[in-house]
């Protein structure tokens, strides 16, 4: 009926609830053919027989601690995944040579799901601009092929002043651009443009 290092209470439809008890601390609850549906463990972690991997749920804390590796589904009514931390953002182009240092280079992201919040403090030093077109490079999870992304501007000291700028998460890439108003990438060498300066700014996209 079951293994006799927990206890195990089998709902069984001819003996009605059966009870196995031991002195292991662990709570097994079983269906009428002994297969498991539920294990609770001595450190009160309940894990479900039909999922790989379940959040663990701390109802003093007030926790659902979900797993380090994620444990996709398909189910469009599933929350699978939950994570934050931080990242490292850089200036990916729009130069001929890169940086040589930073003065902030900070990133932040939470992810709920396919959703990703990401936030972005970066100043590089020493770029050489070219008319490439600018971006940022380093985000935590590779975004969906499409649609896209977009981020916005709290704030820049001299960065790019050119108004109506936007700024789009590439799909499929690991990268952040900037395009005018007009969609057309913005050179990291253009008028009013300062790669070498600080620029602060937040978004999301999906995964």
Known sequence: MGDSMSTIINATTTNGVVIQPDNSGSLVLQTNN??????I?????ATFAAQATIPT???TGGQIVFP???SASANA???DDYEEGTFTPTLASGFSSGPTSYTNQSGRYTKIGRIVFIEIDIDPNGATASAAGITFGGLPFLPAAAPFGSCCIAYQGSFDTNAGDILII????LTISIYTNAGVARAGNA???NINNRIIFSGFYVV
């Open 41 to 45: 463990d001595t450190a009160q972690n």
């Open 57 to 59: 749920i701390n109802l």
């Open 68 to 70: 380090a590796t994620q």
């Open 77 to 79: 009514n599933t929350l």
């Open 191 to 193: 008028a009013n443009v």
């Open 34 to 39: 002994g297969t498991t549906a539920l294990t």
């Open 170 to 173: 590439d799909g499929g890439a």
